[in-house]
């Protein structure tokens, strides 16, 4: 077995040992802590398939600012230890079942007699001076532009609907008119003073008379 063969086993060990902790950590902390460590092992694993681009990104994007904001989210958040912990218990047969259908499935695709060297030869190594990045941008802007720019067109259609969503009016919510604040000016609009005599409720005796009997 060679060096190179070792560490993919020991690098996808970990990331389906830490995927595992990820579902089944009962605390949320713990639980973003493991998933960033299997997108690290996972960036290893592109290393290792010469896809430096990709790893280098996984790690600066989703390792980078992605888990941090899901781990600064969780952390601002009071989350029910113990709700979560009923629900893990409530779901876990039908997670086993739904996790073992997929590994099944995973099995029956991607198994030697689909995927094997035999009928897919390993890919010839690259020099040293070749850059995995030049290749990709290259394909993606000659190649495969017209769906790049579809895919960046449809990214921006959601980031506008989503802008929209949470800009829209609620009929329940109160806003403040900062214009109109800053428009007022010193006079009946601002504030007015009425002059209303003091009535006491039924059953209750006003000051002025209580002050009275006392004085009496």
Same mark, same amino acid.
């Given at each position: 077995?060679?060096?190179?063969?070792?560490?993919?086993?020991?690098?996808?060990?970990?990331?389906?040992?830490?995927?595992?902790?990820?579902?089944?950590?009962?605390?949320?902390?713990?639980?973003?802590?493991? /998933?960033?460590? +299997?997108? &690290?092992?996972?960036?290893? @694993?592109? #290393?290792? %398939?010469?896809?430096?681009?990709? !790893?280098?990104? =996984?790690?600066?994007?989703?390792?980078?600012?992605?888990?941090?904001?899901?781990?600064?989210?969780?952390?601002?958040?009071?989350?029910?230890?113990?709700?979560?912990?009923?629900?893990?218990?409530?779901?876990?047969?039908?997670? /086993?079942?739904? +996790?073992? &259908?997929?590994?099944?499935? @995973?099995? #029956?695709? %991607?198994?030697?007699?689909?995927? !094997?060297?035999? =009928?897919?030869?390993?890919?010839?190594?690259?020099?040293?001076?070749?850059?995995?990045?030049?290749?990709?941008?290259?394909?993606?802007?000659?190649?495969?532009?017209?769906?790049?720019?579809?895919?960046?067109?449809?990214?921006?259609?959601?980031?506008?609907?989503?802008?929209?969503?949470? @800009?829209?009016?609620?009929?329940?919510?109160?806003?403040?008119?900062?214009?109109?604040?800053?428009?007022?000016?010193?006079?009946?609009?601002?504030?007015?003073?009425?002059?209303?005599?003091?009535?006491?409720?039924?059953?209750?005796?006003?000051?002025?008379?209580?002050?009275?009997?006392?004085?009496?």
């Amino acid at each position: 077995m060679g060096f190179e063969k070792f560490l993919f086993y020991v690098f996808a060990a970990i990331t389906v040992v830490a995927a595992g902790m990820v579902v089944t950590r009962r605390n949320p902390v713990h639980a973003v802590l493991f /998933l960033v460590l +299997a997108f &690290v092992s996972t960036a290893v @694993l592109w #290393l290792l %398939l010469e896809a430096e681009f990709l !790893g280098i990104v =996984l790690v600066l994007v989703y390792v980078g600012a992605v888990m941090v904001l899901f781990l600064f989210v969780v952390m601002m958040l009071d989350i029910d230890i113990a709700a979560l912990r009923g629900q893990f218990i409530r779901y876990l047969p039908v997670g /086993l079942m739904i +996790a073992a &259908v997929m590994v099944l499935n @995973l099995f #029956l695709v %991607l198994g030697p007699a689909n995927f !094997g060297l035999e =009928l897919f030869a390993k890919p010839a190594g690259q020099p040293a001076d070749y850059s995995n990045t030049v290749e990709l941008g290259l394909d993606l802007y000659t190649t495969y532009l017209y769906p790049f720019e579809i895919a960046a067109v449809i990214l921006l259609v959601a980031i506008v609907a989503a802008i929209r969503l949470t @800009l829209r009016r609620r009929p329940e919510t109160k806003y403040q008119d900062a214009a109109s604040q800053v428009r007022v000016k010193k006079g009946p609009d601002r504030i007015q003073l009425v002059s209303m005599p003091a009535v006491a409720r039924p059953g209750q005796r006003s000051r002025a008379s209580a002050l009275k009997e006392e004085s009496e």
